[in-house]
């Protein structure tokens, strides 16, 4: 019986930790085997533990450079997309005009558009324009589909901020530039950094779009999914788990800092 | 308080309109420097547009704003010598109490802002608090940050929206007297926004009631209470008992009216109303001016004095004095506040009685008015731009 009511008193706990095990297991497996030491080409049975691979993470031929490019067009497709997007979410906060309500309900249509559809058509419109197909044409379209999801994050930010804030900073002697740095911006922050960090996510990891438009570069999904054709090196699984690690990293470094600035509050 | 007029708020012809609805009507008002001036009005009367359009957040339609002898109507908000405490203060969130007060200094390039910022949260009695983040300190002391905010600026004029609107009654009435302070201390001219007629008349040298986007009495507290103009103000300030009658004959200084078979006098100086023999004004008089008596006393009653007989339909005892409500032949449902000094046992519900009070004390409006303009119904919920 008592095992019972502490089964009723912890059960979401338990099921949120459950839940917690069944996001993170791939994860764990990753790490795993990026100190394996496979046999064959293929890096899918556990053998013996090693950690060649970590030792020499570029030793696969062509995979640090495709990680250098995957990780240069993420940047500039973070960057292109924030920017772009943070200022079309003020304009469709802010301002009344005419297509307001069309530009609204536009933006979220890549968004709700199957990604192999948008790949087909965005390689069209690229081969009728006689454009060359590489770093760029892959940095457009990035930045492309990452727009709707900027937009939407900092929309919420935003609409939720008080435009008495601004009118205050007014009132306060700053002009409009001041107004736009010290306040505006500063509160609106959250919304842009959230929206800039999943346009860096998924512009890292996308491959149909990527594969369709990419001409002779390769990203370093590209990478993956044609190695996993031939063998699957052990460098993968290091470069993935120290991904997750940076990852992890800046989110235990917000919390810190979080938590340190709530104690200086209190 | 200082007699020079370059702190004087000139307003001529000022007026607002969005599209085809009319916020504020051509306006003409003067804010001496260094009083306490309060805009009065239930919410959508104009008077919050008006006070944006003194801060430059708002584009007058026509007309001027004068501070001083400086033309600002063209200004934006950030050049004009004035400053504003927000109604629900809007406060920076992302910074803290210091740096929120210190806002205005540091935009004006002034570097060495730590004195001038302890002194002024001192005078909010907030030096305790300069490192917290405004979501953690309470309603009144946020209210209180707003003012240091922007009285630390040294404006030549001070504007206040609904400032204590989010407060709850007790700490409403502390603001109050604490704004009173400051403003006495500091002598900076305060432009007051408020639906609170109490609150109004609390602090306020001079009070400018407004309805409708016009300005329908301007005055000290105690005359805009004593000789209303019109039946919007005798309602919003206070309540009034509204009586119609007809222009008897005139006798001196006097009027005597004809009212439900009685007559009334009135002096014509407290008249705001044409009274040609034959027409029509209506008589008001305050609850609390009136006295009691029982019907069976009338005999005791002074000559001299306005009557109106009535029987009591409902009363009650609230300590400082019992409030009835008198049913009459002249008005269905006269008000009067007694003192709770020697209480007669009769005066209960049902018992006839004659009400009286000095023809002194009575005031004449224009007939030709709503009778029940301005009589507070439920309040709608504020925050809706008044």
């Known amino acids: ?198 346009a860096f996510a998924l512009s890292f990891d996308d491959f149909i779009i990527t594969n369709f438009n990419a001409g002779s570069t390769v990203t370093f999904p590209m990478f993956v999914w044609g190695s996993a054709q031939r063998g699957t090196p052990v460098q993968i699984n290091v470069i993935g788990t120290a991904m997750f690690l940076v990852a992890v990293l800046f989110v235990l470094a917000g919390m810190v800092i979080g938590n340190r600035r709530n104690k200086q509050k209190a | 308080m200082t007699n020079d007029s370059s702190g004087d708020v000139r307003l001529s012809g000022i007026s607002k309109t969005y599209g085809a609805f009319t916020a504020v009507h051509p306006l003409d008002l003067t804010v001496p420097q260094g009083s306490f001036f309060a805009l009065l009005g239930a919410s959508g009367c104009g008077k919050t547009t008006t006070l944006r359009m003194i801060a430059g957040l708002e584009e007058p339609s026509s007309g001027t704003v004068f501070l001083g002898d400086q033309e600002v109507t063209n200004l934006p908000p950030y050049k004009r010598p004035v400053n504003t405490v927000f109604q629900s203060y809007a406060l920076f969130p992302h910074l803290d109490i210091f740096e929120n007060v210190a806002f205005g200094l540091r935009r004006r390039g002034i570097k060495s802002v730590k004195k001038q910022v302890e002194d002024m949260l001192e005078l909010v009695q907030l030096g305790e608090q300069a490192r917290k983040k405004p979501h953690q300190l309470s309603g009144g002391q946020q209210q209180r940050v707003a003012v240091a905010r922007a009285l630390i600026n040294h404006p030549k004029v001070l504007l206040l929206d609904e400032p204590l609107g989010a407060l709850d009654l007790k700490l409403r009435r502390q603001m109050q007297l604490e704004l009173k302070r400051i403003q006495t201390e500091v002598g900076i001219t305060f432009i007051h926004v408020t639906h609170d007629q109490e609150e109004a008349m609390t602090m306020a ?108 339909a409902d009363s009650s005892f609230i300590g400082v004095s019992t409030q009835y409500v008198i049913d009459s032949a002249v008005c269905p449902e006269f008000e009067v506040y007694s003192q709770n000094i020697d209480r007669d046992a009769r005066l209960t519900p049902g018992a006839d009685v004659v009400l009286h009070w000095s023809p002194a004390h009575t005031f004449g409006l224009d007939a030709a008015q709503d009778i029940d303009a301005g009589v507070e119904t439920v309040e709608p919920e504020e925050g809706v731009a008044a």
């Open chain 2, 205 to 312: 040298d001079t009070v400018a009631v407004m309805n409708a986007g016009r300005v329908e009495q301007l005055g000290s507290p105690a005359d805009l209470y004593e000789n209303p103009n019109t039946t919007f103000v005798a309602n919003f300030l206070g309540t009034s008992n509204l009586i119609e009658a007809a222009v008897d004959s005139k006798s001196g200084d006097d009027i005597v009216l004809q009212a439900g078979g009685g007559k009334l006098v009135l002096p014509q100086a407290r008249c705001s109303a044409p009274t040609a023999t034959g027409g029509k004004v209506l008589v008001g008089i305050r609850p609390e001016k009136i006295s009691l008596t029982h019907a069976d006393d009338a005999g005791e009653i002074p000559e001299g004095r306005n009557r109106i007989t009535g029987k009591i």
């Open chain 1, 1 to 198: 019986m008592a095992f019972v009511r502490w089964l009723k008193r912890h059960l979401v706990v338990i099921a949120g930790l459950l839940t917690l095990g069944y996001l993170l297991l791939p994860n764990v497996i990753v790490t795993v085997f990026s100190f394996n030491k496979p046999k064959g080409r293929f890096n899918y049975e556990w053998q013996q533990f090693s950690t060649d691979a970590w030792r020499d993470p570029c030793g696969v031929a062509d995979m640090c450079g495709s990680l250098s490019i995957s990780l240069q067009i993420a940047v500039w497709a973070t960057i292109g997309a924030t920017v772009l997007g943070t200022m079309i979410a003020f304009a469709l906060v802010r301002y009344r005009f005419r297509a307001r309500g069309a530009v609204n309900s536009l933006i979220f249509l890549p968004m709700a558009m199957p990604e192999v559809v948008m790949a087909a058509s965005l390689l069209t419109l690229f081969l009728n324009m006689g454009a060359q197909l590489g770093f760029w044409t892959i940095l457009i379209a990035h930045i492309m589909f990452c727009l709707s999801f900027v937009v939407t994050a900092v929309k919420a930010r935003v609409m939720s901020m008080d435009p008495r804030l601004e009118q205050a900073a007014q009132d306060l002697y700053a002009g409009p530039a001041q107004t736009f740095l010290r306040v505006t911006l500063p509160i609106a922050a959250p919304g842009i950094a959230a929206g800039a960090l999943l």
